[in-house]
C-alpha cells in the first residue's frame, strides 16, 4: 500500500465510521433491549413473555447475523470504490 | 436391540465417517484441504468454523442451564454469537490480511518481541487449558451415559479417545471433516427438537414454538411453565434479575473471549481472500446460529417435560413413586448424575426449591427436602429419552454430543501443541529443533494437556459451560486487548502489549482462583464462591471484561510513556488495514 496517502486515510476513516455504527447496534439490541432496557419494553408482549426476553433469547442473534452480512457487503463496496480489493 | 446396541452404532459409525471422508480428502491434493487455501468457499469455511466452535458446553451443557436459570442464563445465547461481530470487523480480515498461522506469531512480530510472543504463548496456554478442562467434563458425562459406565470412568475413556483422536490428528485441520462433523452434531440437535416441539406445541420450528401455546394447557408455552416451576417454590423462568451489572459483564465477557480464543482466529488465516474472512464469519454465525436458536426452545421444553414427568396429575397432586420412575432416571442414577434420596420416607420422588419462603408449603405436605438432585449437563443428552422418543434419536444425540466435544477438544489441543513447538521451543528455546523433534514436543504438550485437564475435569469448577466461560474470560482478559490494539493503533510499542497482556491475565486468574480455588484444585479457593462474597456482585465468569480494560488501560499509559514503535512496524500496522496485497497463508 502507498503509505500515508488521503486516500488511504479516507478509506481507514470510511472503515472506523461503518464498524463504530455496526457496533452501536450490536449493543442497542443486546445489552440495551435485552438487559438494560428490558423493563422499558415489559409492556410488549411477546409469546407469554415480553420483548425484552425475546431479544436476550433470538432477538438479539438474528440481528447480529444481519450485522455481519451488512459490514461485509458494504465494506466491501467500499474496498473498490477506494481501489483497495483484492484481485 | 438395546439402546447401548444403537448408542454404539451410531457414534462408531459417525466416527467412521469422519475416518472415510479424511482419507478421501487426503487422496486428492492434501494442501488444498489441510490449508484450505485453494477454493475453499466461505460457507463451507463456515460450516466448518461452526464445528470447530461448538463444543460440548454449547452442545451438552449450554441448555441445561438455560433451562435452570431462565432468562438470567440468556448471556451464554448472546455472548457466545455476539462475539462474531466483533471478530468480524476488529480482527479477522486484518489478521488475514497479515497472513501468519498462529496468533503468538501475530503478536511477536506486531510486537517485535520474543517476550511479547513467549507471554502471549502463556496466555493461550492457560485460556485453552482451562477450556479443555470444560470439554473433558462433558464429553465425560457423555461417555458414562452412552457407556453405562460411573462419571469418573467415563471421563478416563473420552480422556483416552480425545488423545488418540487429537494425535491421529492433521485430520482436524481438513476443513471437511470438520464440515462432517457440524452435520452431525446439527440434525442430532434439531431432531429431537423438532419432535418435542411438535409434542408440546404442535409448530415443528422449536425456536418458533418457544413462542407458541402449549398444546395441553392452551395457555403459552413459558406462562405455563412459569405457573408450574413458581408453584414449586423456584424462580419464575422469564423472571427479569436484579443484577444488571454481572449480566452485561458476563455477556462482554464471553463476546471478547470469542473473539480472543485462538483456535477459532486461526480458522481465518486460511481463506482466500480478505473479503472472503469477512464473509466466513457471517456465515460461521449462521450455522452456529442454527443450534442456538434452538437451544433456549430445547432449555424450556426440557424443564417443561422434567417438571411434568415428575408431577403428572399437577403440581398439586402427588409426585410420582419412585418406584414407577421412568426408565431415563434408572439410567442415568447409574453414572451418579442423578441422585435420589427419599428424605421423608413416603417413596415418591418431591422436586422442589428448598427455599425458606417455601418451607411453610413443603410442611404443609410433609415434604423434608428436596430429594432429586439433576445434574445440570445431563439435560440435553437426556431430553429424547425425557420425552419418550424413539432409540435410533438417542443414539444420534450420543453422536452429536461426542462430535461436538471431540472437534473442539482436539483443535484446541493442536493449538496448544503448535504453540509449545512452534511458537515457544522453535521460536525461542531451541531453533534449530529438528522436525522430529518439534513433532515429538507437540505431542508431549497434548499429552500433559490432556493429563492436566482430565485430573481437574473430575471435579471440575462448575457445570461444563461454565468452566468455558472462565476460558473465555482468560482470553477476553489477556490476547483480545493487544489483538485489536494491534491493528487499531500505531502507538502501541513492545512494552505496552507485555505490560497489558501480563496484568490483564493476573488480575483475572487471581480473581477466578480466590473464588474457584487455586489452579482449579478443589478446596484452595480463599473465598466461598456465591453472590455474598463476589466484589460488587462481579462474578469470576465476569471478570473478563474488567482484566480486559485492565488491559487497554496499562497497555496505553505504558506506550505513551515509553517509545514510539519502529517505522517499520508502524508501516506494518497500515499494511494490514488495506486488503490489497493478501498473498496466500503460508505455511509454517
Known sequence: ?87 | MSQFAINIIFVGGSFLLYIAIAIWAKAGSTKDFYVAGGGVHPITNGAAIGADWMSAASFISMAGLIAAGGYSNSTFLMGWTGGYVLLAMLLAPYLRKFGKFTVPEFIGDRFYSKNARLVAVICLIVASVTYVIGQMAGAGVAFSRFLEVDSTMGLIIAAVVVFVYAVLGGMKGITYTQVAQYCVLIVAYTIPAVFISMQLTGNPIPGLGLFSTHVDSGMPLLTKLNQIITDLGFNSYTADVDNKLNMVLFTLTLMIGTAGLPHVIIRFFTVPKVADARWSAGWALVFIALLYLTAPAVASMARLNLMTTIYPEGTQAAPIKYDDRPNWVKEWEITGLIKFTDKNGDGRIQLYNDTPAFQDQAEARGWKGNELVVNRDILVLANPEIANLPGWVIGLIAAGGLAAALSTAAGLLLAISSAVSHDLIKGSINPDISEKGELMAARVSMAVAIVVATYLGANPPGFAAQVVALAFGIAAASLFPVLMMGIFSKRINNKGAVAGMLTGLAFTLCYIFVYKGWLFIPGTNNLPDNAANWVLGISPLSIGAIGAVINFAVAFLVSNATEEPPVEIQELVESVRYPRGAGQAQDH
Open chain 1, 1 to 87: 500500500m502507498s503509505g500515508h496517502s488521503y486516500d488511504a486515510e479516507k478509506y481507514w476513516k470510511a472503515n472506523l465510521r461503518l464498524i463504530f455504527g455496526s457496533l452501536i447496534v450490536w449493543a442497542l439490541v443486546s445489552y440495551g433491549f435485552a438487559i438494560l432496557l428490558r423493563p422499558m419494553l415489559s409492556g410488549i408482549a411477546v409469546g407469554g413473555t415480553d420483548l425484552g426476553f425475546w431479544f436476550a433469547q433470538q432477538g438479539s442473534i438474528l440481528t447480529f447475523i444481519g450485522l455481519i452480512f451488512f459490514y461485509a457487503w458494504r465494506m466491501n463496496k467500499i474496498d473498490e470504490q477506494f481501489g483497495v480489493h483484492e484481485e
